[in-house]
């Protein structure tokens, strides 16, 4: 009889610790991933509130115009602060710079690379009040000058997609055969003083 009341007692109890014993380690195991999931959420949280802007690379095809990715277009800007940064004449027409090239379906970064290249950007030109910042026209014949930097802007872009880009003379390389055929005999130095600002430019957009 005490065998069997014996067994009894011990039957439940040894099934409610059983339960008891797994209902802890569940609830052990569910607090331990709370903890790890707060955790992860504590660790992202300053990547969640973060906001990325997008900017795009310097186009390859150097006829091609050069397209923000940005919610606003930073390039007239960039253009203006290179400008100012660099005392160039220029600097208070960035925004008519950047739209004549565009117009024409140009990188505004290419013609601005081409005026470092030919005039330190409108700091040395071939004559009082000319605003040919581009070396455009200038050779042994006469120099040719514009009334303005915007009449400048408009008759270079409109001549480099017509006469060159138009006609597949896409690189530095191309456009220097009719651009400015003497620096041929010079080791290609006006594509590659072209080249090495594009690269400036590039690396420290």
């Not at 800007?77 to 400008?83: A, R, T």
């Not at 009449?151 to 597949?168: I, P, S």
Request: with cysteine.
């Amino acid at each position: 009889m005490k065998r069997l009341l014996i067994i009894l007692i011990w039957l439940p109890t040894t099934l409610a610790t059983i339960v008891i014993t797994l209902a802890l380690q569940n609830f052990r195991h569910h607090f331990a991933q709370n903890e790890r999931l707060a955790s992860l959420e504590t660790l992202m949280s300053p990547w969640q509130t973060t906001s990325y802007q997008l900017y795009s690379s310097l186009p390859r095809v150097l006829g091609a115009s050069t397209v923000a990715i940005k919610g606003e277009d930073a390039l007239p800007d960039l253009v203006s602060q290179y400008l100012t940064k660099n005392d160039s004449p220029m600097a208070p027409f960035a925004q008519d710079f950047v739209a004549t090239a565009r117009k024409y379906d140009l990188d505004p970064l290419l013609m601005l690379a081409i005026a470092q290249c030919e005039s330190n950007l409108g700091k040395k030109m071939p004559a009082p009040d000319c605003y040919n910042p581009f070396g455009w026209g200038i050779h042994s014949k006469g120099t040719l000058c514009f009334a303005s930097w915007q009449a400048g802007f408009e008759a270079v872009a409109k001549g480099l997609r017509d006469k060159y880009f138009n006609k597949g003379l896409n690189s530095p390389e191309e456009l220097m055969v009719r651009y400015t055929p003497p620096a041929l005999d010079k080791d290609g130095s006006w594509a590659k003083c072209v080249n090495f600002f594009l690269s400036q430019f590039a690396a420290s957009e």
